[in-house]
């Protein structure tokens, strides 16, 4: 058992005692300022008040003292609210030898004496909130005005999750708004109990006990282990306040078992069906895999534009309503210069596009390579060349690429090994021979080839 500690915190409640003898003191001195005449024999009742706050002051000093040797304050601020607490506890003893009468001074001098004792104890209580609570605890909450008067940043403790996936750090913006909602008010530049800092540096580096992350192995994490230990443990964490939620150890167990990085995006960790539908259901965040044209943004395509591309046989829809991404096909037979010209000003808005059993005029094809956002490329009983596939094959979000029933050879699978987005390959009826296909399914490993 330890002795010290045990009587240590009973110093926040000691403490009160005193502070309340001396705002007394000061009170009846301001009575007897404005009452002089009816106030005659508060000088001895403000004596005794000063001689009980002076008592009182020494015995909180003393327990404080024994709290200050568990460890996991920080050392300045410490300081200065043991050197405070010291001097004020000095000062009641002086204030009331002087109301005694065994000291002699002006009146004017024993009473500012008694505002510096206040002034003094609301530092001292303010370093002591500081210890206990971090240096932001009083003004946290307080209105932006309030904060920019004191020099406090208005930013609040929750942190904003960006809107697009790939800007989400996993760390900074799901697990440390965890951190600082229930351990930050003891882990703090203030007060590291433990020896544990709740920042990246502090965790990657440890405490008292050791490292506090194994990344990839939550249950050998402190971290983690604290937090799950039946509250009734003396090592369960947080000691006191609101505990983890189940949503929130289950995110904190995904953050250390995908290894704790603390720059990681959350597109490149992986997550169990669990973990995206919390992600979903807490934070709107969406995991699973939408498709390109879903995540590109652009400004819809005039209506003149499509207008001209109809006039030369383009059925153009958008994908859903009100969507800017289109559906395209042509209803011609021969594709021409003129008429894929029509098509090249909106071709960023193109995620479908149809081109079956169309005839090629020499060069048309070529224009496929403005063609950046193509999702789908139906080529299927085109007049479509070996030598003309180079076009697409810097096409970087194709995934479904249909070339069934064309003259295609073996001549092409070297540009069409290039389209690692592909996901689905159409090659039925085509003149590759099947036995070609071995080294392209080794390249394209994950996509579908049918044919």
Not at 318 to 333: E, I
């Amino acid at each position: 058992m330890n002795w010290e500690l045990f009587i240590g915190r009973f110093h926040p409640l000691v403490v009160h005692l005193p502070i309340g003898f001396l705002l007394l003191a000061l009170i009846m001195e301001l009575v007897s300022i404005f009452l002089k005449d009816k106030t005659k024999n508060l000088d001895s009742a403000i004596g005794i008040a000063l001689l009980a706050g002076g008592i009182g002051g020494v015995g909180s000093v003393a327990i404080g003292l024994l709290l200050a040797t568990g460890g996991g304050y920080e050392a300045a601020t410490l300081d200065w609210h043991k050197w405070m607490g010291i001097l004020v506890t000095i000062l009641a003893f002086v204030a009331w030898g002087l109301k005694k009468s065994f000291l002699s001074i002006s009146p004017l001098i024993e009473r500012a004496l008694l505002f510096g004792i206040v002034l003094g104890i609301s530092i001292t209580g303010h370093l002591g909130g500081n210890l206990t609570h971090g240096s932001d605890y009083l003004l946290a909450y307080a209105p932006d005005l309030v904060k920019k008067v004191a020099g406090v940043s208005s930013e609040t403790r929750k942190i904003k999750v960006p809107d697009h996936l790939d800007s989400i750090v996993v760390f900074d913006h799901l697990v440390k708004p965890i951190l600082e909602s229930k351990c930050v008010s003891c882990h703090n530049p203030t007060k590291t109990q433990g020896g544990l800092l709740m920042t990246a540096a502090g965790l990657q580096a440890g405490g008292d006990s050791g490292p506090s992350l194994h990344g990839g192995e939550p249950f050998k994490s402190e971290l983690f282990i604290r937090t799950t230990l039946p509250q009734s443990s003396k090592k369960f964490m947080p000691p006191k306040g609101e505990t983890l939620s189940y949503a929130e150890i289950k995110l904190l167990e995904w953050w250390i078992g995908e290894g704790a990085s603390m720059t990681a995006p959350v597109t490149k960790m992986k997550a169990s069906s669990e973990v995206k539908t919390l992600l979903l259901r807490d934070f709107q965040l969406d995991l699973n895999v939408k498709p390109h044209y879903e995540r590109v943004q652009l400004e819809p395509v005039s209506r003149n534009l499509i207008e001209q591309a109809e006039s030369k046989g383009w059925i153009i829809q958008p994908l859903a309503s009100g969507h800017a991404m289109l559906d395209v096909k042509f209803d011609n037979t021969e594709l021409t210069e003129e008429a894929i010209g029509t098509l090249v000003p909106i071709a960023q808005n193109v995620a479908f596009l149809d081109l079956s059993d169309v005839v090629f005029d020499e060069g048309s094809f070529q224009n496929l390579v403005n063609f950046e956002n193509l999702v789908r490329l139906k080529l299927a009983g085109s007049s479509v060349q070996d030598a003309e596939l180079p076009a697409i094959e810097n096409l970087l979000f194709l995934e479904v690429l249909n070339v069934y029933n064309t003259h295609l050879t073996e001549n092409s699978l070297e540009s069409i090994a290039k389209i690692k987005s592909l996901k689905k390959l159409y090659l039925w009826r085509t003149e590759i021979k099947s036995e070609s296909l071995e080294p392209l399914k080794s390249q394209l490993s994950s996509t579908e080839i049918i044919g």
